[in-house]
T-cell receptor
Framework: SQQGEEDPQALSIQEGENATMNCSYK?????LQWYRQNSGRGLVHLIL?????REKHSGRLRVTLDTSKKSSSLLITASRAADTASYFC???????????FGEGTQLTVNP | GAVVSQHPSRVICKSGTSVKIECRSL??????MFWYRQFPKKSLMLMAT?????????EQGVEKDKFLINHASLTLSTLTVTSAHPEDSSFYIC????????????FGSGTRLTVV
């Protein structure tokens, strides 16, 4: 069964705007990761945040993690048309033996 | 950076035939590889965890005899869809992590399987 839920399921914004995607999960985690997938392609790892971290930045990406609420958010600032893709959060269980994906958010950035 | 090569990228086969998908880690050794299945506009569903030199661990509801996984070396894992049926048509993706779960996993580019 899927670990998490993401919202929104779909997000459409204009270039230059910020995009925020949320992810919730149900069980304890070792870390949480965000991935990007272009249509019909493999996944690209974006960023990893450990369970003892609250916020992490990488370029235009900002990820937060609230383990008390079992939720995470991914913020993409100053979005570009090339950011159009599906974004998935994925959790790693405490033993590190499995990576489980959320349902994903389809982001469309309009030029 | 770490690269995982998955082949073929697309395959069309007739019902009743078997299809083998290969997943190779090109520049690192992967003791563990994961196989996922993805339906259109859906998330990735973990099918099985493949460990080098031992039997794969399958998720609940995944038929072991239908989806044969072999991880004969530290750089190669294969998924064979046996006696394929149209309902097996899907996008299959493998992944490997060369530094364990504390780092991001590297994914193959996926295989689009169509069973006619």
């Amino acid at each position: 069964s899927q670990q998490g839920e993401e919202d929104p399921q779909a997000l459409s914004i204009q270039e230059g705007e910020n995009a925020t995607m949320n992810c919730s999960y149900k069980t304890s985690i070792n870390n949480l990761q965000w991935y990007r997938q272009n249509s019909g392609r493999g996944l690209v790892h974006l960023i990893l945040i450990r369970s003892n971290e609250r916020e992490k930045h990488s370029g235009r990406l900002r990820v937060t993690l609230d383990t008390s609420k079992k939720s995470s958010s991914l913020l993409i600032t100053a979005s570009r048309a090339a950011d159009t893709a599906s974004y998935f959060c994925a959790t790693v269980n405490p033993s590190g033996s499995r990576l489980t994906f959320g349902e994903g958010t389809q982001l469309t950035v309009n030029p | 950076g770490a690269v995982v090569s998955q082949h073929p990228s697309r395959v069309i086969c007739k019902s009743g035939t078997s299809v083998k998908i290969e997943c190779r880690s090109l520049d690192f050794q992967a003791t563990t590889m994961f196989w996922y299945r993805q339906f259109p506009k859906k998330s990735l569903m973990l099918m099985a965890t493949s460990n080098e030199g031992s039997k794969a661990t399958y998720e609940q509801g995944v038929e072991k005899d239908k989806f044969l996984i072999n991880h004969a070396s530290l750089t190669l894992s294969t998924l064979t869809v046996t006696s394929a049926h149209p309902e097996d048509s899907s996008f299959y993706i493998c992944s490997a992590g060369n530094q364990g779960a504390n780092y991001g996993y590297t994914f193959g580019s996926g295989t689009r399987l169509t069973v006619v």
